[in-house]
């Protein structure tokens, strides 16, 4: 059974920083995607990584995909007020079913 | 491009009572739907997978005679959660797949609440 595990679940941070939110998932998968929600409202996607080595940015965020580690990392550069959200890694299972990891709740402060 | 909704977007009912959810592909065609359940504060856990024209999979432990999915037609498939119970109140989201792209898209999601 594919398994998705991210750390760390809360993660506080000071405006102006730097962090690393981790994704592994413990068998061979394609895909992997990175998704933040707001409280109350759906997924929003950020990230598809689809090949061994993709690094993918936008803005403050890149995304980049291991598959051999089966390891997916976000990073956070000069983190602002504006990121606070849950960010949700997801990993394709056998019958494209996803499967998501537990979330990393993630509150910048001023 | 790219849109799926959701209706309704947010629903109270009475225990014993059965609540349908729409879920619609507004412009592609949705070989492949998903339904996804969030309790608070936790992560998204797949209900089941519904092909259009066929009956649903549901995933382990989730009861199909309590949680009905119909997909059929290539833009909606629903949900109806029958003889609710209050701990069936949660949020319930839906993604659609075209089958011919490997990403899903997300509805905005429904919020079931059973009193």
């Known amino acids: 059974e ?10 506080s941070m000071q405006e102006g920083k730097n962090y690393t939110i981790y994704c592994n998932y413990s068998t061979t998968s ?8 707001d409280p109350g409202k759906s997924l929003e996607s950020l990230f598809v990584l689809l090949s061994n080595g993709a690094v993918k940015q936008e803005g403050r965020l890149m995304a980049s995909l291991d598959t051999k580690a089966r390891l997916s990392t976000l990073h956070i550069t000069a983190a ?23 979330g990393t709740r993630l509150t910048v402060k001023p | 491009g790219a849109v799926v909704s959701q209706h309704p977007s947010w629903v ?11 879920c619609r592909s507004l412009d592609f065609q949705a070989t492949t739907m998903f339904w996804y359940r969030q309790f608070p504060k936790q ?38 959660v029958t003889s609710a119970h209050p701990e069936d109140s949660s949020f319930y989201i839906c993604s659609a797949s075209s089958g011919r792209q490997y990403e899903q898209y997300f509805g905005p999601g429904t919020r079931l609440t059973v009193t």
Request: net charge negative.
């Open chain 2, 12 to 22: 109270i009912c009475k225990s014993g009572t059965s609540v349908k959810i729409e």
């Open chain 2, 43 to 80: 992560s998204l856990m797949l209900m089941a997978t519904s092909n259009e024209g066929s009956k649903a999979t549901y995933e382990q432990g989730v009861e199909k005679d309590k949680f009905l999915i119909n997909h059929a037609s290539l833009t909606l498939s629903t949900l109806t």
């Open chain 1, 2 to 11: 594919l398994k998705v595990e991210q750390n760390p679940l809360f993660l």
């Open chain 1, 80 to 102: 602002v007020h504006d990121l606070s959200a849950t960010y949700f890694c997801a990993v394709d299972g056998n019958n494209n079913d996803m499967r998501f990891g537990a």
């Open chain 1, 30 to 37: 394609d895909r992997l995607y990175w998704y933040r929600q």
